[in-house]
């Protein structure tokens, strides 16, 4: 069945290092490729998507890369700062279900 | 604020009770989804509801049961509680069934002993 994996489970970085969390997925009819980051007693919110006819797109200080070959995708931090610190989920989506299987999230403590 | 409405907060019952959750999702949004989070997991898809009609079933439990209303809110129903049920239960709504960013709600915290 579907299964997204994802690593590392947490990770710790020095403010203005960059951080990098990687997921694979198993089906490869699966077309959009989000990332959410939730914060402490919140919901999962957006931060960046990926769809399958892209390569990588960048927002800012954040970029994601998608292989479809391999079935990877991997998102990118740059510049990291505390209030980056949360736990970040990626996900994989069938094409037209709107159905998210997410990895088991990646806690990133940025330190001062 | 992502526009998606959860009610309760937080819950706390004893074993072999039931209880309800209940969520308004975002204006305009059809497709409501049910997630579970337990303590150090990730996020479980339960069920997917679209205009009504049941979309997509995840690992819901047969105790579990969920429907979405003519006015879109959903309600997912819990009964015969047990002690691993505890977890925060997510809503989120998105568009029509295809591909796109799904708004969570903020959680109803349920805490069973």
């Known amino acids: 069945g579907e299964n997204v994996e994802q690593h590392p489970s947490t990770l710790s970085v020095q403010e203005g290092d960059s951080a990098v969390i990687k997921c694979t997925y198993s089906?490869?009819?699966?077309?959009?490729f989000p990332w959410y980051k939730q914060e402490l007693g919140k919901g999962p919110q957006l931060i960046i998507d990926i769809r399958s006819n892209v390569g990588e797109k960048k927002d800012q200080r954040i970029a994601v890369t998608l292989n479809k070959t391999a079935k990877h995708f991997s998102l990118h931090i740059t510049e990291t700062q505390p209030e980056d610190s949360a736990v970040y989920f990626c996900a994989a989506s069938l094409r037209n279900t709107g159905k998210l299987i997410f990895g088991q999230g990646t806690t990133l403590q940025v330190k001062p | 604020d992502s526009g998606v409405t959860q009610t309760p907060k937080h819950l706390i019952t004893a074993t072999g009770q039931r209880v309800t959750l209940r969520c308004s999702p975002r204006?305009?949004?059809?497709?409501v989804y049910w997630y579970q989070q337990s303590l150090d997991q990730g996020l479980q898809f339960l069920i997917q509801?679209?205009?009504?009609?049941?979309?997509a079933k995840g690992n819901i439990l047969e105790r579990f049961s969920a429907q979405q209303f003519p006015d879109l809110h959903s309600e997912l129903n819990l009964s015969s509680l047990e002690l691993g049920d505890s977890a925060l239960y997510f809503c989120a709504s998105g568009l029509a069934g295809g591909t796109g960013e799904l708004f969570f709600g903020e959680g109803s915290r349920l805490t069973v002993l």
């Open positions: 509801y679209y205009n009504g009609e049941e979309r």
């Open positions: 204006s305009g949004d059809l497709s």
């Open positions: 089906d490869s009819a699966s077309n959009y």
